[in-house]
């Protein structure tokens, strides 16, 4: 049974807005739970009228069809919240925290970890599914365990340990199991000089709006790196710079990532990474896998 906290979500929903590519169409039903009480309560609702569920967080790494989603949306960007222990290392956050917000904290209360984070524009919970990373770290490294919750069952929340996840690069086994990310807990490194870890943060920060085109909707990275090839720099290498279907172009300033330069369809965005996948195979001979997630493709 469905208990309070609980508000009946709003129909017809446009999901631009929620997405960092400003792409989408409307949600069918779709509702931003203020607390994880209030997220259970949405998906019991879901799971009763027999209605196809998901979550979203921050919206990057993500293209949403311009047909929209069927089924309840649920965006988690209010489920914010974290605790840190400064003297054991521990950190536990809520799956809406941003994590440039999480590496920050933990900079600030000298916890080594987390600097690498600050540039990613996601949450907690989409960085624990994508095992998301940069600059020579990514979440697995410093991940313990998380809270999930399985939409079939609602009502029983539990716990999975960090080697439970099956952890590869920019891949966890969350991406392939109808599971969401309630909260996750971290064991950073105590006992640093809170000063350095922020000057290295803010560093790591420069370093990526210096070279990436912040100032355009992006998902951030479209494709995951070839290993030890670089995704962007074949792409660059054929000349794919500045590439275009409608307004959705290879960043000249970056060419792993797509930009909307004004009014891009979701369409437009997936026919341009299809375009690119073509020319590196039939130029490099290399095939590039997108990092990016499609909904309702």
């Known amino acids: 049974m469905v208990t309070a906290p609980f508000s009946q979500p709003r129909q017809t929903v446009s999901l631009r807005e929620f997405t960092t590519w400003k792409v989408g169409g409307p949600a069918a039903w779709f509702a931003e739970p203020a607390d994880q009480e209030a997220l259970i309560a949405h998906a019991a609702w879901a799971a009763a009228a027999g209605l196809p569920f998901r979550c979203i967080g921050a919206g990057s790494n993500l293209l949403i069809a311009d047909g929209g989603l069927d089924g309840l949306t649920l965006c988690n960007r209010r489920l914010q919240g974290s605790r840190l222990d400064p003297g054991e290392g521990w950190v536990e956050a809520e799956a809406g925290e941003p994590i440039p917000t999480l590496a920050r904290k933990a900079a600030r209360s000298g916890l080594r970890g987390l600097e690498w984070a600050v540039g990613i524009p996601g949450t907690v919970g989409g960085a624990v599914v994508m095992n998301a990373g940069a600059q020579g770290g990514c979440t697995a490294e410093w991940l313990a365990s998380v809270w999930v919750l399985d939409p079939r069952r609602p009502e029983a929340p539990f716990r999975l340990e960090a080697a439970d996840l099956a952890f590869a690069y920019r891949h966890s086994r969350l991406q392939d199991e109808p599971l969401l990310v309630l909260s996750a807990r971290f064991r950073l490194e105590p006992g640093h000089d809170p000063a350095t870890l922020t000057a290295r ?36 290498s054929l ?24 009014s891009a369809t979701a369409a437009d965005i997936d026919a341009l990474i299809r375009l690119v996948q073509q020319r590196v195979l039939e130029g490099c001979g290399v095939p590039l896998h997108p990092e990016v997630k499609r909904l309702g493709f």
């Open 239 to 262: 000349g794919l710079k500045g590439l275009s279907v409608g307004d959705a172009q290879v960043s000249p300033i970056h060419a792993n990532f797509i930009v909307n330069t004004g």
């Open 201 to 236: 943060t803010s560093a790591n920060l420069q370093s990526r709006t210096s070279t990436q085109p912040y100032q355009q909707p992006s998902c951030g990275s479209v494709f995951r790196n070839p290993e030890p090839l670089k995704a962007g720099q074949l792409i660059e």
